[in-house]
Structure formats: structure tokens, C-alpha cells
């Protein structure tokens, strides 16, 4: 497909486990971003990659949170001993390079659940 | 402070009405500015770019205002389909800043 897509749609999970959250951009797109939105709420930022590095990870709220772009495409959002507040949805977006951020083009989401 | 504040609504209005929604920003650098819809449980969707000379898109017309920070959105003869969710979005240094959305219900 040409659109982001974000694996799994939907994960639940024990509160202490980890998960693994998978979003893949649109082709040529370097510019990733992850957010997370809860109910009511507009997306929270939680981490920027431009290429393979993350330029802007000052979203993510503890250490319990990383991500990786090891490629520059695919990126992995890991949240290690989940807690029931990391219950929401996690968003990826990607965006064309240039002089100043475009359109950024999200993916369906995936939706965690800590029980 | 926020980096975007939105009215959070929610607006109810009827099928045919103008409503307008209103935005403002709070870092002066920022570069770019949005319009995105997101319909429940659906992903956020641009609606509409928004350029300081003011744009227009059918029925849908964006304004900015640099001088006090303030974005607009006016919908003219709302159908039922612009019922969702409209946020309000500010680019700049490679992030994108979202407010908490403007709940729109169009009513038959």
C-alpha cells in the first residue's frame, strides 16, 4: 500500500509486559514521528527521526519508552513494564523532507491496552 | 502553556449552518499551519493547509493571523458528513503541535 502502516491495529496487554509497536512510512518519506493520543485528547508527540537518528525524543515520558529506526524506514516503538496510563493510541506519521515540515501522513493507529 | 489551544466544543449545529472554529499558538517561530480531520477512531486526515494571505477550499475557508497568533477555520452549508473532529495543527523546527480538537455533530 502507499499509505503508513502501523501493526498490530489493536494489542492488549498484562501491565508489566513489553510490546513492540511496528509502523513502516511511506516509501521515501525520511522524516518519522511517533505520538500518542488518548481519549478527547489531540496527539501527544513522543519522538522524532529524521533518517536512522531520532532528532527530537523529548515526547517520550520516562525511560520505559524507546524507539529505533535502525534502516531509516521501518521504526519500532518499545514500551518496556507497561503500565495501565500507557493505555491509548499510539500514532506514526511520515513526512517529505525539505525546508520546513509538510503534510505529515498518519498511519490507522494502534491501539494498546494494558490490563 | 500549550503549545496549541482549541475550543474543545463540542459544536452542535444544523445541516446547512456556518460555524467557525479558532486556534491559537503560542511560539511565534512557527513556520506552517493545518487544518486535520479525524473521524472517531480514525486516524487524523489533512483537511487543509493554512497560508498567511488566507485560503479557501470549497466550502471550507482557513485563515491565519501571525500578529496574534490565531488560526481559523469557517465551514459554510455544513452537511452531515463534516461531523468529526478538527484539529488544529503548528509546524515548526520539524515538529507538528496539535491541539486537543474541536468536536463538530451536524444535525439533520
Known amino acids: 500500500g502507499a499509505g503508513v502502516s502501523q501493526t498490530p491495529s489493536n494489542k492488549v496487554t498484562e501491565k508489566g509486559k513489553y510490546v513492540e509497536l511496528r509502523c513502516d512510512p511511506i516509501?521515501?518519506?525520511?522524516?518519522l514521528y511517533w505520538y500518542r493520543q488518548s481519549l478527547g485528547q489531540g496527539p501527544e508527540f513522543l519522538i522524532y527521526f529524521q533518517g536512522t537518528g531520532a532528532a527530537d525524543d523529548s515526547g517520550l515520558p520516562n525511560d520505559r519508552f524507546f524507539a529505533v529506526r535502525p534502516e531509516g524506514s521501518v521504526s519500532t516503538l518499545k514500551i518496556q513494564r507497561t503500565e495501565r496510563g500507557d493505555s491509548a493510541v499510539y500514532l506514526c506519521?511520515?513526512?517529505?523532507?525539505?525546508?520546513?515540515?509538510?503534510?505529515?501522513?498518519f498511519g490507522q493507529g494502534t491501539r494498546l491496552t494494558v490490563v | 502553556r500549550k503549545e496549541v489551544e482549541q475550543d474543545p466544543g463540542p459544536f452542535n449545529v444544523p445541516e446547512g449552518a456556518t460555524v467557525a472554529f479558532n486556534c491559537t499558538y503560542s511560539?511565534?517561530?512557527?513556520?506552517?499551519f493545518f487544518w486535520y480531520r479525524q473521524d472517531c477512531r480514525k486516524e487524523p486526515k489533512l483537511l487543509m493547509s493554512v497560508y498567511s494571505s488566507g485560503n479557501e477550499d470549497g466550502r471550507f475557508t482557513a485563515q491565519l493571523n501571525r500578529a496574534s497568533q490565531y488560526i481559523s477555520l469557517l465551514i459554510r452549508d455544513s452537511k452531515l458528513s463534516d461531523s468529526a473532529t478538527y484539529l488544529c495543527v503548528v509546524a515548526g523546527g520539524n515538529q507538528f503541535y496539535f491541539g486537543t480538537g474541536t468536536s463538530l455533530t451536524v444535525i439533520p
Open positions: 516509501s521515501g518519506h525520511t522524516a
Open positions: 511560539n511565534s517561530a512557527s513556520q506552517s
Open positions: 506519521a511520515s513526512s517529505t523532507p525539505g525546508g520546513g515540515p509538510t503534510e505529515a501522513f
